[in-house]
């Protein structure tokens, strides 16, 4: 999950979860606040309704459940779905641990012979980790209770002390981070049309988050935090730093300081407070990756480049400069003007005052007004996602 780059002394307290039982049916349950002792009723923690509201006006698909709809697996269970987490199992290894591939049933969600049924992605705690209990207890009660296209679907959870893991539906095409920065020799580099495309659904999934009654603030976005289906279709993953936001009259609340270098806005850095419009600083961090093809934060970068955002802002109010930052894998694939909107909107969401940075519902409008502008430009049909052949335009190799 996220990773500490500093902290605060202050509590943070932790207002989840419903848990489910046993059997895998869901109940209703309070939780412990580790760091005061009160107990707090996740009934009361979001509205049992939420509609974000889409570029037309409609309502978009996501709903927020009154509790977990989630399955509950034994240690057996898993170590069956896993093989006994045998290393050619393994997917890939984060803050909160390591990710293996399994296998259920496609109805039941049971662990079914390797290679049969359905396969998932399971994330088991490292015992040496920093985090635990609280970033696994967030995603439960978190991803467990929201329902969008654009956000990563948790299937189930085990809780056995002191093993504590984590079910999800697996994508097939990994992290946008794999594929912007081409860890992987066989991963291709993304079209500017599919990342526009990436861009719009991530956005879509943040605007969901913001729109609720009781709004949550994600806190860790970035490019490893966004997966994609084998039609390149972006999901948000990773809520282990997700936090309910402000309460009445309050404009922000105040945390811990987590988060990942080079995304994470810098009032909440500075300050500890948190605002809705701090997660729109970090989207502002990722499309300026996008754009540039380069992470947020690289020590390897020559010194006064290390920090992408104070590094290339400057250059993106300049025609001629802007030119000369984008990514050179998606040459010939944008117009100078669509991809100067793209800059202009990548500086509103880097405003240094969040109070001046768009609502996630505006950058979904303005992302989409850019992809229409772009529409002379998109990849021929043989090699667009959503047909599921390949990435497409003159960036793929």
């Known amino acids: 999950?996220?990773?500490?780059?500093?902290?605060?002394?202050?509590?943070?307290?932790?207002?989840?979860?419903?848990?489910?039982?046993?059997?895998?049916?869901?109940?209703?349950?309070?939780?412990?606040?580790?760091?005061?002792?009160?107990?707090?009723?996740?009934?009361?923690?979001?509205?049992?309704?939420?509609?974000?509201?889409?570029?037309?006006?409609?309502?978009?698909?996501?709903?927020?459940?009154?509790?977990?709809?989630?399955?509950?697996?034994?240690?057996?269970?898993?170590?069956?779905?896993?093989?006994?987490?045998?290393?050619?199992?393994?997917?890939?290894?984060?803050?909160?641990?390591?990710?293996?591939?399994?296998?259920?049933?496609?109805?039941?969600?049971?662990?079914?012979?390797?290679?049969?049924?359905?396969?998932?992605?399971?994330?088991?705690?490292?015992?040496?980790?920093?985090?635990?209990?609280?970033?696994?207890?967030?995603?439960?009660?978190?991803?467990?209770?929201?329902?969008?296209?654009?956000?990563?679907?948790?299937?189930?959870?085990?809780?056995?002390?002191?093993?504590?893991?984590?079910?999800?539906?697996?994508?097939?095409?990994?992290?946008?981070?794999?594929?912007?920065?081409?860890?992987?020799?066989?991963?291709?580099?993304?079209?500017?049309y599919l990342r526009l495309r990436i861009a719009i659904g991530a956005a879509r999934g943040l605007a969901f988050l913001h729109s609720s009654d009781k709004q949550v603030i994600y806190r860790d976005f970035k490019a490893s935090n966004i997966l994609l289906d084998g039609n390149y279709n972006p999901k948000i993953s990773d809520f282990g730093l997700a936090k309910l936001g402000p309460a009445g009259e309050n404009s922000h609340v105040t945390t811990r300081i987590m988060g990942t270098h080079g995304y994470a806005a810098p009032e909440y850095i500075a300050t500890g407070h948190l605002y809705v419009k701090s997660d729109v600083y970090g989207f502002g961090v990722v499309l300026l990756e996008m754009m540039t093809g380069l992470r947020a934060h690289d020590t390897r970068r020559p010194t006064g480049q290390q920090n992408l955002v104070e590094w290339l802002t400057p250059n993106l109010s300049r025609h001629r400069r802007l030119k000369e930052i984008m990514d050179s894998q998606m040459e010939g694939q944008y117009s100078s003007k669509a991809s100067f909107e793209a800059a202009k909107l990548t500086l509103r969401c880097l405003e240094q005052e969040p109070r001046k940075r768009p609502s996630m519902e505006e950058v979904v409008v303005e992302l989409e007004h850019i992809a229409a502008m772009s529409s002379s430009h998109r990849p021929p049909r043989s090699h667009r996602a959503d047909t599921g052949t390949g990435t497409g335009g003159r960036g793929g190799r």
């Open 1 to 192: 999950m996220g990773n500490c780059f500093g902290s605060q002394p202050a509590a943070d307290p932790s207002p989840f979860p419903a848990i489910n039982n046993s059997s895998g049916t869901s109940t209703q349950a309070t939780s412990v606040n580790h760091s005061n002792g009160g107990t707090t009723d996740s009934s009361r923690a979001f509205s049992q309704n939420s509609n974000a509201v889409s570029d037309d006006g409609g309502a978009v698909n996501g709903e927020i459940l009154p509790t977990p709809n989630v399955k509950v697996y034994s240690f057996d269970d898993l170590k069956t779905a896993t093989r006994s987490f045998k290393g050619d199992m393994k997917l890939g290894v984060g803050g909160f641990g390591t990710v293996y591939k399994g296998w259920v049933d496609q109805h039941t969600l049971l662990p079914s012979r390797h290679g049969t049924g359905m396969m998932v992605a399971i994330k088991k705690l490292n015992q040496e980790s920093t985090q635990g209990f609280d970033e696994w207890q967030a995603e439960v009660d978190f991803l467990g209770r929201l329902s969008h296209p654009n956000l990563v679907k948790l299937l189930g959870y085990c809780l056995e002390d002191p093993e504590l893991l984590l079910v999800y539906e697996f994508m097939a095409k990994g992290s946008l981070e794999n594929h912007l920065f081409r860890r992987n020799a066989a991963t291709e580099p993304l079209s500017w």
